[in-house]
Nanobody
Framework: QVQLVESGGGLVQAGGSLRLSCAAS????????MAWYRQTPGKSRELVAK???????NYADSVKGRFTISRDNAKNTVSLQMNSLKTEDTAVYYC???????????WGQGTQVTVSP
């Protein structure tokens, strides 16, 4: 099993920045990809950014140029630096890890990000 704990959410004004962090524990040596998703009430969870074990990153079009995902394999952490935040970025953000030969998914508990006008 892989357990994930997020931190760093909060309230920020539009145009501001926040940094989310996610710490993994358990079978960390088996983690493959890691990612951040977000979800708003009544909508499906959507992929924000993902990073491979080798550090290759991909982003949703809506956050390209504003968000940066980074991963520290030695510390078993993944972070999301969010700049130029917009009100539409308001959501609960979830950390995700794919682990094992079957790429089993594990989720954190989520952290609320609220961007005010």
């Amino acid at each position: 099993q892989v357990q994930l704990v997020e931190s760093g959410g909060g309230l920020v004004q539009a145009g501001g920045s926040l940094r989310l962090s996610c710490a993994a524990s358990g079978r960390v040596s088996s983690i493959n990809g890691m990612a951040w998703y977000r979800q708003t009430p009544g909508k499906s969870r959507e992929l924000v950014a993902k990073v491979t074990k080798g550090g290759s990153a991909n982003y949703a079009d809506s956050v390209k140029g504003r968000f940066t995902i980074s991963r520290d394999n030695a510390k078993n952490t993944v972070s999301l630096q969010m700049n130029s935040l917009k009100t539409e970025d308001t959501a609960v953000y979830y950390c995700n890890a794919q682990w094992g030969v079957a790429d089993i998914g594990s989720w954190g508990q989520g952290t609320q990000v609220t961007v005010s006008p």
